[in-house]
């Protein structure tokens, strides 16, 4: 960077306007970095804890990951007990400002009652809520909106920037719920069934009248006995379920297994609880999009 001395006044300018550098903010998933990224723009520089065709569920803080929090200015979470117990803790004890990206979004109770969330000796438990509402594009609204004003509460500088960002995003989701429903009304009710390998898709399920089945439950840790995956392939078979898929974060032998056993064929990968590192499904949006086109083709 070029230097200039003002003679006698001993003052250095810098050639270029330098900007204000962007806030650092920590994210606990990729879709919820995404949200951020879209509503903060270049104001903002998001590091994500949980990356890429990463499993929340799974996942264990490391000394790294404190690190990362602690640099930060802002920590955002997804709430409703998606983060592990341990990766609160961090957070709280960092003292960084934190919000919940699900905040006043009124949340699904979990599969019979949160029965699904046994802690199985892991340090999580989603408990009484079904914490996946990004599949459900209208609720991202709310979502977007939060981060938006945990944004602004963190650079009150950006506050018209962020505004502006959050309208156009919002303009957006609109978009991606009417294209949705669109999708899936042009599939005959009784066809809209689907086989997933977690219970992650309720949202969803709930806006567009979809019926999701799956052998696990709310999270990707609780498996499922063998006389749950027995009762999973009858109903596969007295309902027709045709279409069957994997997801990104998961080991796919389980869905394979009832694939096989009942004849179906696996649809391909669903984007679930997180984002792809390239295409399809590098944004929320474009994940949306790819789920919901090879939800519909397999189901008609």
Do not use: C
């Not at 939060?146 to 018209?160: C, E």
């Not at 052998?215 to 279409?243: D, H, L, N, T």
């Amino acid at each position: 960077m070029k230097k200039y001395w003002i003679s006698g006044l001993g003052l250095m300018l810098f050639s270029g306007a330098v900007a204000a550098e962007p806030l650092p903010v920590v994210s606990s998933f990729s879709i919820l970095g995404d949200v951020v990224k879209q509503v903060g723009g270049e104001r903002v520089a998001v590091v994500n804890l949980v990356g890429a065709n990463q499993d929340s569920h799974a996942y264990h803080m490391t000394a790294a990951d404190v690190k990362k929090i602690r640099a930060s200015k802002l920590v955002l979470v997804n709430g409703l007990g998606l983060e592990k117990a341990e990766m609160m803790r961090a957070v709280k004890q960092s003292k960084v400002p934190y919000a919940e990206a699900t905040a006043g979004i009124k949340p699904l109770a979990a599969p019979e009652g949160g029965g699904h969330g046994h802690d199985h000796g892991h340090d999580h438990d989603h408990g009484e809520f079904d914490p996946h509402v990004w599949t459900d594009p209208v609720l991202m609204q709310k979502y977007a909106s939060n981060v938006a004003v945990a944004l602004i509460k963190a650079d009150p500088a950006g506050k018209d920037y962020y505004l502006k960002r959050l309208k156009d995003y919002s303009g957006e989701l609109v978009k991606l719920d009417s294209y949705a429903r669109s999708q899936f009304n042009a599939v005959p009710q009784a066809k809209r069934k689907v086989l997933t390998g977690h219970d992650s898709f309720a949202y969803m399920g709930k806006r567009y009248a979809v019926s999701f089945v799956s052998p696990q439950g709310v999270s990707s840790e609780a498996e499922p006995s063998a006389k749950q995956v027995a009762a999973i392939i009858r109903q596969v078979k007295q309902e027709g379920i045709r279409a069957i898929f994997a997801e990104n974060i998961k080991d796919t032998r389980m869905v394979d297994k009832i694939a096989q056993e009942t004849g179906s064929k696996v649809g391909g990968k669903l984007y679930s609880d997180a984002l792809s590192s390239g295409a399809p499904a590098n944004t929320y949006i474009n994940m949306y999009r790819y789920n919901v086109r090879v939800l519909t083709d397999a189901m008609k």
